[in-house]
């Protein structure tokens, strides 16, 4: 093998490592791009081309975004209502029916006359001291509900759906991507925060915690 041959290997050699490089670093972009048809929405065939294709995918991931805030404030009151039906219930259990009121006239009755009769002979009562700790408003364990837990696992799967929707087209380093979700979920804010920070955050929790134990 003389020395031509042995360069032109090494030269196809160099171009084969080169083109691999290349097609590793176009898969592997770490860096944001505004080029149309240079990203894939969620499949290889949705790729815009155009301006047009570009605004509709962006124009779709906004409205994405706003959805993905209403699935949380919806969660956020449907958590409401399910620990006031926890609350409810667990109430109903604890709770014994009162005695008739025939039954308390008469062992008061009773009562009285032994008291009476033998008053001397009994101790002083002892001091009525506060209870040190105020019965929790919920049980440390809520049983298992079907009709509550089944529709927070879908709740809470459709919400991750959406939720990696939006990662994904966010790691395609796609600026008008990225600037379409980040746009989305501020006007998602705008529209719902306030029902996930007042339900979702405890301010209602506490206010009913509080109503319970006074």
């Known amino acids: 093998m003389d020395m031509s041959s042995m360069g032109g290997m090494s030269s196809m050699g160099g171009m084969n490592m080169g083109q691999s490089n290349g097609t590793t670093a176009s898969m592997m972009n770490t860096a944001f791009t505004t080029r149309l048809a240079a ?7 949705w790729t815009p081309t155009t301006a047009g294709a570009t605004f509709g995918a962006c124009l779709g991931l ?15 009151c449907a958590e409401v209502a399910w620990a006031e039906s926890i609350r409810r219930e ?7 029916p009162p005695p008739p009121l025939s039954s308390l006239s008469s062992d008061a009755t009773g009562l009285v006359k032994t ?3 033998d008053d001397s002979s009994l101790p002083p009562p002892p001091p009525a001291t506060p209870s040190a700790t105020p019965l929790p408003a919920l049980p440390f364990s809520p049983a298992f509900h079907l009709a509550v837990d089944l529709p927070r696992a879908l709740l ?6 959406v939720a990696y929707l939006l990662m994904l087209a966010v790691m395609t380093f796609d600026a008008w991507f990225f600037i ?9 804010e705008v529209a719902f925060g306030r029902f996930i920070v007042l339900l979702g955050g405890g301010v209602l929790g506490h206010s009913h915690g509080g109503a319970e134990g006074h």
């Open 62 to 76: 906004f409205f994405l975004a706003i959805l993905s805030r209403f699935l949380s404030a919806i969660k956020a």
């Open 156 to 161: 809470f799967g459709l919400q991750s759906f």
């Open 39 to 45: 990203s894939n929405l969620w499949f290889s065939t």
């Open 90 to 96: 667990h109430r109903q259990r604890t709770q014994r």
């Open 115 to 117: 008291l009476s009769a």
């Open 180 to 188: 379409a979700v980040l746009l989305g979920l501020m006007a998602g």
